[in-house]
């Protein structure tokens, strides 16, 4: 079995008070709680403060821990020969599990009554990306795990799991799945955990995604936008033509209905495409003078109500 | 290894769970959860109606619920007023998100 080091996990010397070590926990669980924290790594980072506090702020656990003795975080040890026979499970297998599974396995056995209380399994949270594609058409993701499972004496060993999850058609960013008696598996009875996948969508080259509608930037000449124009656009299943309407104005969208994402209920999100009104970098001379010509002879003023606006306020 | 193959079921509005099925699936009681409720932390599909409902999408607040109360050791309230107040922060998340959708990048 692999050492963890719980006291320095929490950043607290190995003679702290309890309320030391309550306080280090609650520092730390602020800044991971993976509900609270932005950091990427919080869950992690949680995942390992909650277990060291979960033994250390209880004295029992806490006089076992201490009693298996200094080691290098991650070094494989073994507990002193008469360690199980005082705090642990006499049938309690080092070899393939985890230092966690030892100490819930003491809460688990201790309680009054003397029988051996349903504990249901632990629910694991789990995140999948996956591409817009997919999440149209539907797809497989393989997922692996490490829990730790009862043998036939009770014994708790880290088995490793691999999962088949058929995502449904219907997915978008932040969708949740719940995979009911996938997690952990429940103790003496107790019901079995679930596993919940949270979908994420890898970024698109030209798509972005609000639920299942999609937004494109649709970059138009000045002359398009006002003349109308049909020009060729891209959609998750081809290229469709889009009539862009005469006197269209940059920032509109046009709606291309049921070309976004596709819904579980069988219908789909719309893609809006932006109307983007862009000049030419550097103008032709040709262009120069078309657009002189057209500065002389066009009343057009798009400042006339900032004009408005500003003869109010004076 | 083998792999064993998982029919799953999207958490979303469509899906209705009752007060027991909420309450089994997330670790909370059926009292703490109409506590969570009582202090508007979570919302049944139709108060009025007996028994209460609730979303697919209702899980996943008492879910975070479940897990603040043990991590941080809070009572009722405070769990329902940190639950409210992430409800709120992921709304104004989506909003943003939503709003960034709509925002043309860089021309060119």
């Keep these: 079995m692999k ?20 306080k280090a926990y609650r520092k730390l669980a602020h800044k991971y709680h ?31 821990y201490d009693q298996l003795g200094r080691h290098a975080p991650g070094e494989n040890f073994r507990p002193p ?35 051996h209380i349903r504990m249901p399994g632990q629910d694991y949270d789990v995140s999948t990306r996956i591409s817009l594609q997919d999440a149209c058409n539907g797809s497989e993701v393989e997922l ?16 490793p799991r691999t999962f088949k999850v058929r995502i449904p058609k219907g997915a978008t960013d932040g969708q949740r799945l719940r995979l009911a008696g996938r997690g952990g598996k429940g103790l003496n009875g107790g019901r079995d955990g679930d596993l919940y996948l949270n979908i994420t969508l890898h970024p698109h080259p030209l798509f972005r995604v609000n639920g299942h509608d999609l937004y494109l930037d649709l970059p138009l000449t000045p002359w398009e936008a006002v003349l109308g124009a049909s020009i060729e656009v891209p959609t998750l299943s081809g290229i469709v033509r889009l009539k862009v309407p005469p006197n269209t104005q940059s920032g509109q969208q046009m709606r291309l209905s049921g070309r976004g994402l596709a819904k579980a ?7 809006f495409a932006i109307a983007q009104i862009l000049i030419p970098a550097a103008a032709s001379d040709v262009e120069r003078g078309l657009f002189e010509q057209l500065a002389k002879a066009s009343t057009f003023n798009p400042r006339e109500r900032l004009q408005q606006e500003i003869k109010n306020a004076l | 290894m083998p792999s064993e193959h998982a029919e799953p079921v999207w ?20 009292a ?41 050791d809070l009572e009722p309230h405070g769990v329902a007023l940190i639950v409210s107040l992430l409800e709120r922060i992921h709304g104004l998340e989506s909003q943003l998100g939503s709003l960034r959708a709509q925002l043309p990048r860089h021309p060119g």
């Excluded at chain 1, 080091?5 to 309320?19: I, M, P, S």
């Excluded at chain 2, 958490?11 to 059926?30: P, R």
């Excluded at chain 2, 969570?36 to 209460?52: C, K, N, Q, R």
């Design chain 1, 3 to 22: 050492y963890k080091d719980y006291y320095g996990v929490l950043g607290v010397d190995r003679d702290a008070t309890t309320e030391a070590i309550k």
């Design chain 2, 11 to 30: 958490l979303t509005d469509d899906h209705a769970l009752s007060a027991a099925e909420l309450a089994e699936m997330s670790g909370m009681s059926e």
């Design chain 2, 32 to 72: 703490e959860l109409r506590e969570l409720v009582d202090y508007g932390a979570v919302t049944p599909i139709d108060s009025e109606a007996t028994p209460w409902m609730f979303t697919g999408r209702c899980l996943l607040a008492v879910r975070t619920a479940c897990r603040l109360r043990i991590s941080f």
């Design chain 1, 81 to 115: 020969p008469d360690w199980n026979q005082q705090h642990g499970d006499s049938q309690f297998s080092f070899d393939d599990a985890d230092l966690a599974d030892l100490f819930a396995g003491m809460s688990s056995g201790r309680h009054p009554g003397g029988g």
């Design chain 1, 144 to 159: 692996s795990l490490s829990m730790p499972e009862p043998d036939a004496q009770g014994r708790l060993h880290r088995v």
């Design chain 1, 265 to 271: 209920q069988g219908n789909a999100g719309d893609l």
């Design chain 1, 34 to 64: 993976p509900d609270v924290s932005k950091d990427p790594d919080g869950e992690e980072k949680f995942k390992a403060v909650a277990e060291a506090y979960e033994t250390l702020k209880d004295p029992e656990k806490r006089s076992a």
